[in-house]
């Protein structure tokens, strides 16, 4: 199974739990192979949360066999560094300090440290040392939130 087809199995599973997908790692070679998902929902995830989805997606796992041979299944929750992937992350993230990094320079220039200030469907704008960069949603290569402590 290609691993767009798995991650739509898996994708399906975790959400009939009333979670989301946030990313799913696969390193199926050398000698610790690993399938890692890291989920989230509105109210956060607790070990709990994350023993139910590993139970759940086990069991398609074991039903479906689409990973030839052995690995282990790590469910996580995103950390509080976490990834933002879609605009619904950046929406729900509005005002809080974020790291980018583009695919491509824009201007000269590849990673942004700011807070996010502003969203639509194609675009997010970040406040960096009080200049607004509207970055390409499709450029971002990487986005993660900044810690707060």
Known sequence: MQS???ET???TTVASLGYELLELELNLTGKRRVVRLFIDADAGIDLMDCERVSQQVSAVLDVEDPIPGEYSLEVSSPGINRKLFTVEHFRRFMGSEVKIELKEPMDGRRRYRGHVIDVDDATVTVKVDNTDFR????EIEVARLVPEY
């Open 9 to 11: 199995l898996l994708s």
């Open 135 to 138: 970055l390409p949603v499709a």
């Open 4 to 6: 767009e087809g798995l």
